[in-house]
């Protein structure tokens, strides 16, 4: 499965964990895009925090490697925010993650959030992810993106 939006499947994780017993998943990409409900809920994400931490530990039940997406600098988040993105990722096994830079795109109702969280900002949360998880993964940054990489399984 090479992407999903977990709003689709968060809501039948029981028929889902019964389907795993009978396919095998190897892995899959989850943009679950951040921990915080009010910024999901900004986003228009149809899912809460809670829904993504089941999601990704019933994956973890099943061995599946996955990828994550998170967003970092979503208007109007505050520091506490990212921080419970970072806290869902210290609580599951993934294989790798990328947290994106937000990027206004033009005619989105997001880029009309205010107020929207500045670059030296975003970097000092990248910063922050890489001091929490640099013991267990490779980190690859650049400019617009930090990329976590398991070192071992």
Known sequence: MREVNIKHLIHDLDEIE???QFVQLQN???AFQSG???ILEQMRRGYTASGILAFLQMLDRHQVYYHLHIIAGFPTETPEEFQESLDILKQVDFYSCTLFKYQDRRYTESSK???KVVDEEVLK????AEQ???DRYTVD???DKLQLVRQTR
């Open 28 to 30: 899959m990409v989850v």
């Open 36 to 38: 915080s409900n009010r």
């Open 125 to 128: 949360r990248f910063s922050r």
């Open 113 to 115: 959030l205010e107020p």
């Open 141 to 143: 940054r650049k400019e």
């Open 18 to 20: 019964k389907a795993l």
């Open 132 to 134: 929490q998880f640099a």
